[in-house]
């Protein structure tokens, strides 16, 4: 059982360049969330989706774009990166609401922008 | 403004023994308050949810405590493995927006 898959782990990009982390889940899980950490901070949210076609701005979503086209995959577009954005970035998902269910993460994509 | 604060930063633990994380809040209005684990270079873990008419919740020889009055949390860890080294984090809600807390890294020595 795969459970929540972000591919890539690592990736360096240049200041303006625009990638797409993916994340796919496998757990036919209806809430899917995308977090950022920044060194010695806390996570916080960017985007969210409560399920297919829906989807909503967290705490930091400037700079992000998403989509959610099926239950199973949520990726994250990084238009125009700005150093800014050098992070690691997890993908999760839960089975209902983020307040009462389970949060399961994905292993990290840690993005640096020079 | 939603915090949630974790001390100490850092700890050092020799292997076997016990250690408690401590993890102060201010959010409003409580949902539930969890406890995950993250491993170097991982995602973080689930490690314990409590609500808000739970004071105590265990998982093998991780027990967290919750007091809703005083808005505190404890993390005890038992009989410490060097598998436990790892970042502790404190999240509480409600809502799609959980708050973090930024962790404490705890190393256990051999």
């Known amino acids: 059982n795969a459970g929540v898959t972000q591919t890539p782990k690592f990736r360096i990009l240049k200041i303006g360049q625009s990638m797409t982390l993916q994340c796919t889940q496998d757990?036919?899980?209806?809430?899917m969330y995308w977090y950022r950490q920044d060194p010695g901070m806390g996570l916080k949210l960017i985007y969210y989706?409560?399920?297919?076609?829906?989807?909503d701005k967290g705490e930091v979503p400037n700079g992000y774009n998403v989509s959610r086209s099926t239950t199973e995959d949520f990726p994250l577009r990084l238009e125009l990166a700005a150093p800014s954005q050098t992070s690691v970035y997890f993908c999760?998902?839960?089975?209902?609401?983020?307040?009462?269910?389970?949060?399961?993460f994905g292993e990290g994509s840690r993005l640096t922008v020079l | 403004k939603n915090q949630v604060e974790q001390s100490p930063q850092s700890l050092i633990i020799l292997e076997g023994k016990n250690c408690t994380l401590q993890?102060?809040?201010?959010?409003?209005?409580?949902?539930?308050l969890r406890w995950y684990k993250q491993d170097t270079g991982r995602g973080p873990v689930s490690l314990t949810i409590?609500?808000?008419?739970?004071n105590t919740k265990s998982n093998g020889r991780y027990t967290a405590t919750l007091d809703a009055d005083t808005k505190q949390s404890s993390l005890h860890i038992t009989a410490s493995q060097l598998s436990d080294s790892a970042s502790y984090i404190c999240?509480?809600?409600?809502?799609?927006?959980?708050?973090f807390g930024k962790g404490t890294m705890l190393l256990v020595s051999p």
């Open positions: 999760a998902s839960s089975s209902g609401r983020v307040d009462t269910g389970e949060l399961f």
């Open positions: 409590m609500t808000f008419s739970e």
């Open positions: 999240v509480v809600g409600p809502g799609s927006t959980l708050t």
């Open positions: 989706s409560v399920g297919a076609g829906i989807t």
């Open positions: 757990m036919n899980h209806n809430y």
């Open positions: 993890c102060n809040y201010t959010v409003s209005p409580f949902s539930n």
